[in-house]
């Protein structure tokens, strides 16, 4: 029953982390790079020593966030642990999250084919007349 408990706690602040930083990137952060991301996903250690931030970029110059994210992180970290008020504050760990914009393309590629939303065959109508 323990184990259950700690999984929840664990859930329960990685829940919380993504909140914050999500408001931390839109609100708090300077640089214009990091104004475009979107944490889409939050996973924190068993003993949360360490959290993986997924950031959606979309069409971002991903070089570039890296750079900002890498001279941010410890101004991220500090304003993310004071929210919190967790006595360690989490390694932040970046990762690109291109779920998002691949279905954006995706759709985007789908958009292009001209299919009507009720899947039926355009050129099938022409040719029942």
Known sequence: MRERGSSMRVERIAELLKRELADIFLRRVKDPRLQECVVSNVRVSSDLRV??????IYDADEPSIRKALAK???????????????????????????GPKLLMDMTER????????DGSDPEDEDSAE
Do not use: K, Q, T
């Not at 959290?51 to 959606?56: D, R």
């Not at 360690?88 to 990762?95: A, G, K, Q």
């Not at 789908?110 to 939303?117: A, E």
């Open 51 to 56: 959290a993986w931030v997924g950031l959606s």
């Open 72 to 98: 941010a992180s410890g101004y991220i970290r500090r304003e993310a642990a004071s929210r919190l008020d967790l006595r360690h504050s989490p390694e932040l760990r970046f990762e690109v999250d291109r």
């Open 110 to 117: 789908l958009r292009s084919l001209n299919i009507p939303p």
